[in-house]
């Protein structure tokens, strides 16, 4: 029980920074007047996500005077990245806007330097089997802390008329129960004692060590692939509920109420069965089943505007999208050596980022040439190269138990 608390805890906090430099941050600017080219140009101060393989080296080397190696960091980035808050909070977009601009880089920094040390400390703790519910526990955690920096940030500025330092200040103050699960977390001295001895063996030997995988090139692929269907459908969902006749109102309830909670309940679901039937079976079933629920959004587009209809389809994309998270992540959680988790983690987890931006380029120009319902359709089908892949890597008869079931991942 207190492994999971920790896990929650830790998620919690990881996803209460994003907003603060995302959605809310524009909401402030927007307020301030901040003209829309630069709120969009804001975008950019997020690419620490995209970039933090970069750094994870040191990370993965060094290992803090106190705790252990991931609890020390982990408590460190928590700190300092309370205080950015703060101090972002603090700035004004309308009398610097480059100060703003900085400080939400070192939110974006410190975040998602957070990120890849929580993700290292999961990867360390939890065995095969305990994956799924560890994921779906962080996953979990992170959407309440989403709503802690956007919904509950945006209603007590509304409702209270408080400062955005202030604001932003008590949603600094929910970081506290993050350090809680830092502090609280079981140690793992394994990890110590797996640490690379120099930083050219923290910088090169992850990369070394992750292509020396048999059939490499074949799971990069299998990365990049096997949800392309699930991103091409989210990235144009919204635009097609609204052409669809619905209204902002009614396509947030859906996606925020009926998608959110579809998420999570997925999430646990899939834990679950990735603890019962084993890594690449389940693979193979929520891989199907994503492409199925894809379908339900054709059938939505081929009749005339239908509430329910919206609800069912809404729920059944986003309960399969959760079902998967536990296993995807469990896959590539398990293609990492614990000596470098930090930098093979952080590395992977860019990769796998590049299908849902690169998605989102071609997606309306796909929409506009084959309608709704030939576009759902061509995204259930952008499914399949995934499944081709995953019969190559991981066949459904394999006998193997879970924690050797990334078949063909050994040296």
């Known amino acids: 029980m207190r492994l999971w608390i920790v896990h929650l805890l830790l998620g919690f906090s990881s996803g209460i920074p994003l907003l603060l430099t995302g959605s809310t941050l524009q909401v402030w600017m927007t307020e301030c007047k901040i003209d829309l080219k630069t709120i969009g140009a804001f975008a950019l101060v997020g690419l620490p996500y995209n970039l933090k393989f970069l750094w994870s080296p040191f990370m993965d080397r060094y290992t803090l005077p106190f705790l252990t190696r991931r609890r020390g960091w982990m408590l460190l980035s928590q700190l300092v990245l309370a205080l950015a808050i703060i101090c972002l909070g603090c700035s004004n977009p309308l009398d610097s806007v480059l100060t703003t601009a900085i400080l939400c880089i070192l939110v974006s920094f410190v975040s998602a330097s957070q990120d890849t040390l929580i993700d290292a400390y999961r990867r360390e703790t939890l065995s095969v089997e305990q994956m799924g519910y560890g994921l779906s526990l962080y996953v979990a955690g992170y959407r309440v802390g989403m709503l802690v920096a956007g919904a509950f940030a945006l209603l007590i500025a509304d409702r209270y008329h408080l400062s955005w330092s202030l604001i ?199 929409a506009a040439h084959l309608g709704w319902p030939g576009y759902f359709l061509f995204c259930a089908l952008m499914a399949i190269p995934g499944m081709i892949l995953l019969a190559r890597l991981s066949p459904w008869d394999n006998s193997k138990k879970a924690s050797e079931a990334l078949i063909h991942l050994h040296k």
């Not at 074949?218 to 609204?242: E, Q």
């Not at 379908?295 to 919206?310: D, I, W």
Request: charge should be positive; proline fraction near 4%.
């Open 168 to 366: 932003y200040t008590i949603v600094a103050c929910f970081l506290g129960l993050g350090i809680v699960g830092t502090l609280w977390a079981p140690e793992n001295r394994d990890s110590v004692n797996a640490a690379p001895q120099t930083l050219k063996e923290a910088v090169f030997d992850p990369f070394v060590d992750f292509f020396s995988h048999r059939g490499v090139y074949w799971i990069l692929a299998f990365l990049l692939l096997y949800k392309l269907g699930d991103n091409l459908s989210s990235a144009m969902t919204a635009p097609f509920v609204i052409q669809h006749g619905f209204s902002k109102t009614e396509y947030a309830a859906a996606v925020k109420g009926v998608g959110l909670t579809s998420t999570l309940i997925g999430g646990f679901v899939g834990a679950w069965v990735l603890a019962k039937i084993g890594l690449n079976r389940s693979l193979w079933v929520f891989g199907i089943l994503q492409a199925l629920a894809i379908l339900t959004l054709m059938g939505l587009a081929l009749v005339e505007k239908n509430l329910v209809m919206l609800g069912v389809a809404i729920a059944a994309e986003t309960f399969t999208a959760g079902m998967a998270v536990p296993a995807f992540g469990a896959f590539i959680a398990f293609l990492t050596n614990k000596k470098f988790t930090a930098t093979q983690y952080a590395l992977l987890n860019s990769l796998v980022a590049i299908p849902r931006t690169l998605a989102s380029a071609p997606s309306g120009w796909i």
